[in-house]
């Protein structure tokens, strides 16, 4: 149970270190100021170029796998609840990172590398094919557009969860309920403002 509960608050703790925001600040760059004020590896791309950008991504994807990769290959965690409550909580330390107030980023690097873990990549190359249709039809738009997408995207991995618990692998569900949940409440302004517009 104490083993447990240790993983569940590293990979928590590794999800809270703000790569992009940090290598932002190393460049005089301060992402709550660029574009929505996400503190995330889009808005460093934005701000600083891609090379930066997409190291920030990277790094923040890395983040949503470790280091509960190795305390799963290593037998330290086995249970599949635990494991999917301890991808979460990566999830949520980046989201509602102590490093910045609790006010952390989108997450959306984060999970990706949390579902390419928990499914061997299927997750995401679901998710990675339904957002990249979504991108070519509407392109680059504003930060309240592309919540949009982001909501419509994550909703629509739904449907290989739903698969996925009716082959037994039920554990899936407490990650996309939770992980959705946090998507939806990140997004919560530039959805809000959308609608107030409409």
Do not use: C
Not at 90 to 102: D, E, Q, R, T, V
């Amino acid at each position: 149970m104490m083993r447990n509960l240790l993983v569940i608050i590293i990979q928590f703790i590794s999800g809270s270190i703000m790569y992009s925001y940090l290598i932002a600040k190393m460049l005089h760059i301060d992402l709550r100021k660029v574009r929505d004020g996400n503190p995330g590896g889009y808005n460093l791309w934005i701000s600083a170029g891609w090379k930066f950008g997409l190291l920030g991504i990277f790094l923040d994807y890395f983040k949503g796998m470790f280091p509960l990769n190795l305390f799963i290959h290593y037998g330290i965690v086995t249970e599949p609840n635990i494991i999917s409550l301890a991808a979460l909580a990566g999830i949520a330390g980046h989201a509602f990172s102590p490093m910045l107030y609790f006010n952390g980023g989108k997450a959306i690097a984060t999970s990706f590398g949390a579902w390419t873990l928990l499914t061997n990549g299927e997750a995401v190359l679901f998710l990675g094919i339904i957002l990249l249709i979504l991108v070519l039809i509407f392109g680059t738009t504003t930060p309240e557009e592309d919540a949009k997408k982001v909501i419509v995207g994550f909703s629509s991995l739904s449907i290989y969860v739903a698969y996925k618990v009716l082959t037994g692998m039920s554990h899936l569900l407490i990650l996309y309920i939770g992980n959705l949940s946090i998507i939806y409440y990140k997004h919560r302004k530039e959805l809000l403002y959308k609608r107030s517009n409409n």
